[in-house]
């Protein structure tokens, strides 16, 4: 008679019903991880600096003159123009010029140049200036004298440029709400993190279990039938001094 050498399944652990059973019992493992990761989520959001950003829009046009042949100033020709001047806002002629203007010298050129974009409307000639900041009214200061600067620049250079004119369609406002950081967004994002991190956790912890927790489990893994079940009493602290007072008397 031989014994067979028996090796534990572990492919068989992970049927539906099994599944349901790690999660139940590592239930706690998942909402702790989960908890942790939105906590910290959240707190790194509150120690962040808020960041505020302004807009300006400007329109993109052509003068017309009595030189203009007609149908110069086509509006698919400015959309593509608008291209352009959104190009021009982020350079360093103009952060130069904002800087000198608003006495920026702390700030520095290259921080300007940083925290300052443009991005043209699709279909339109409009095109949308931003500048972030820490403060909300440097934030709106900058990019109203940015849209001015941008405007005064193209004008300079009209002649040869066929009279394309940037006008200030709408001045930046005075942003409220900061744009970063989002405590709710980023503690939404911890949380799914922080699920299947703790779903992952789970598992990995049921793996490295050799516990077998239930006959079916034991069987799953074993591959073998269980022939007994050896039921676990639970004694109460007085019923434990009885029988020991008991055992003391023999």
Do not use: H
């Not at 608008?82 to 002629?93: I, Q, R, S």
């Not at 990995?204 to 077998?212: F, I, K, P």
Request: charged share 20%; no cysteine.
């Amino acid at each position: 008679m031989f014994a067979e050498e028996i090796t534990p399944e572990r492919g068989s652990m992970y049927s539906p019903q099994r599944i349901v059973q790690i999660l139940r019992r590592r239930l706690w493992t998942i909402v702790l991880v989960a908890l942790v990761a939105v906590g910290s989520a959240l707190g790194f959001s509150l120690l962040q600096t808020p960041t505020y950003e302004a807009s300006v829009m400007i329109l993109v046009g052509q003068k017309t003159t009595g030189d203009t042949l007609p149908g110069a100033a086509n509006v698919s020709d400015l959309q593509d123009v608008a291209l352009t001047v959104a190009k021009a806002v982020p350079t360093v002629p103009i952060a130069e010029t904002v800087v000198e203007r608003l006495n920026l010298q702390s700030e520095g050129t290259k921080k300007v140049l940083v925290n300052t974009s443009a991005e043209p409307d699709p279909g339109t000639m409009f095109v949308k200036i931003s500048y972030r900041d820490s403060d909300a009214e440097r934030a709106q200061l900058i990019a109203n004298t940015t849209g001015e600067v941008l405007s005064d620049r193209i004008s300079e250079v009209s002649v040869a440029a066929n009279a394309i004119t940037a006008t200030v369609w709408e001045p930046a406002t005075l942003p409220t709400t900061p744009i970063s950081p989002d405590p709710l967004r980023n503690s939404l994002i911890a949380l799914v993190l922080g699920i299947i991190i703790g779903v992952m956790l789970a598992f990995l912890l049921e793996y490295a279990s050799d516990r077998w927790n239930s006959r079916d489990e034991m069987e799953g893994i074993s591959g073998v039938p269980t022939l007994g079940v050896v039921p676990k009493f639970k004694v109460s602290p007085r019923r434990r001094r009885v029988l020991a007072n008991k055992e003391g008397e023999r």
